[in-house]
């Protein structure tokens, strides 16, 4: 190895490490550990503070962008939901390969597994050899190894959710100089490896602050971000494809004839998912964010209440509440991150090269053009009285066939700042307000207020193929296929033609609405009563409660702008699961959890993969209303998907098959 002058490597490390913005990675991969290997010895990272600090950071560089949702996305989980397709099967667009049946072991796409397991090699590496910095105090040290912790359990959790279960790394003696992949260990049990990132979550809760001090630390991860994941994964553990799955009865492990995935069911892990979701519900920490309609004496900066029980006075709390503005500011960047009371855990936000808004713009607005929105997601947002588009009300009715492409007519109509423009179809009008801070329809109106250039704002985009949102002539095939696309992230400002420009957006990795309805669905699932410590002492003790539903569930269907459901409703666990999945659906739309919430319910996957492809006829001309609007079967290379139980897991790369022979690929990739 080439031999370096000391001040030289550390000043090269110093750099390098000034690349690291935040804890959350935000941006691409950088091999701090491999840099270190060649430019200085580890000895020196634990010399003093600000090289622990940045080696930490470091570490954190290998986590995945989980706001990348579309284009480069570092995971496939979004692009390979039910919930949408891309305009292209490229390098940057590749999670359509995985429903295209084109990826294999072979494939370099979404290689996560040596990435995160350098990161948790990084982190355990810090915590063995955290003691040795002479520079570093008691509360520094504690609130540093709470950082390495959460690593450590969230790398895990990553990894599970990819490649189900996974080895589990010995911390001690923990070799610094082998590879991870290259290490001769067998795959941990989805229980084991649930109950390390357990063991790691915990741990960092005790040691990370309640709260971030500012915006600068808002994506360092506090407790209520550790007690998140585990509110998350702990569900997806209690769910039927995850706990006593026979599919798997003949999947074991090579030296003890282990159930990879566990063959009895077990009713107390609903229990354990509940009551981390009620831990954080009864830290009154979080409230889901809402904004007033007028001002109101309770509100704090950007519509925040101080009074915790404001939801509760429904029907007159909801009435004073601006529903689509409390929808779209959270995911906007219309809110600071650090008023915003429903974030628990963010990724840090990116002004430039925005993915979201990019590839759901149009060609003439600065756009890709190639994100696209399946219909069978457009008809899953109800009427703005609550109903489904197929058992609409009288006051509200969905229109026929001979109806739904007629124009509403008459003038523009405004609200929140939205704007519904005259020649919206009737199929569009009296809908929830989800639907309007989520999808993209044809007569939409793109504001785009940022340019002063009049080309380029206050469009009205449509998706005929003679429309404003036709393809660039140089690139024929780059289109929208659907007829929709999403807007959850675009602001109105936001505008990537001309002098525009794009507000920077945290993406919510968890908010305070996933809490909710995953307390709601644990205890409804739930058979006995159920108490459990959680950290310190506290602890939480849960039950099938009725009211408890009615009360949760309704908070997230009240800021919706939605009658909330009885506790007549609340007694059928049937329908309250059907009712979870529905509001699940429509409140995460495009926000990474479709993927793992019909996987983890079971079959649920294989009927939503399988059914065809539907969207708008978009080869219909604008001369031609009544046919574009025909909800029309997609079929060709980009929709012919291909899901089957192999897709409920990512393979592992053959390269690290062949590197540790106690491995075993999983179902179905061989």
Known sequence: MKKINKLMKLWLLTCVSTLVIGFQSCGDYLDVDDYIDQMTSLDSVFSRKSLLEQYINGAAQYLPNEGNLWTDSPTPFQGASDENFTSWNDNRHAAIKFLLDEITPYSTYYNNYPRYYQGIRMALTSLQRMHEVPDVTDIERRELMGRCYFLVGYYYYQLLLQYGPIPIVPEIPFDVETPVEAMSLERGTYDECIAEIKKYMLLAAQYLPLESESSITATIPTRWAAIATLSRITLYAASPWYNGNGFYSDWVRKSDGAHFIPQEKDNEKWGVAAAYAKYIIDSNKYNLYWTPKEPDSRALPGGVTSDPNYYEHYPEGAAGIDHYRSLTYPFNGELPVMINPEFIYACAPRTTGDSPLWISSPYLLGGGNGLNLVQDLVNAFSMVDGQDINHSSANYPYPDNNHNYLEIGGSNQAFSGYTLLAKTAQMYNNREPRFYATVGYCHSFWAGTSSTDNNFRNKEVTYYSDGYAAASPDHPEDYNRSGYTCIKYNHSEDNMKATGAVRAKYFPIFRYAETLLNYVEAINELEAPYTMEIINGDQESVERNTAEIVKYFNLVRYRAGLPGITEADARDRDEVRDLIKHERRVEFACEGHRYHDLRRWGNDAMTAYNRPITGMNVKARSTDRKSF??????????????????????????????????????????
């Open 629 to 670: 609007y025909t909800t029309t079967q997609l079929n060709d290379k980009l929709t012919r998907r291909s899901f089957s139980y192999k897709n409920y897991f990512y393979p592992i790369p053959k390269s690290v098959l062949d590197k540790n022979k106690n491995l075993v690929q999983n179902p179905e990739w061989n």
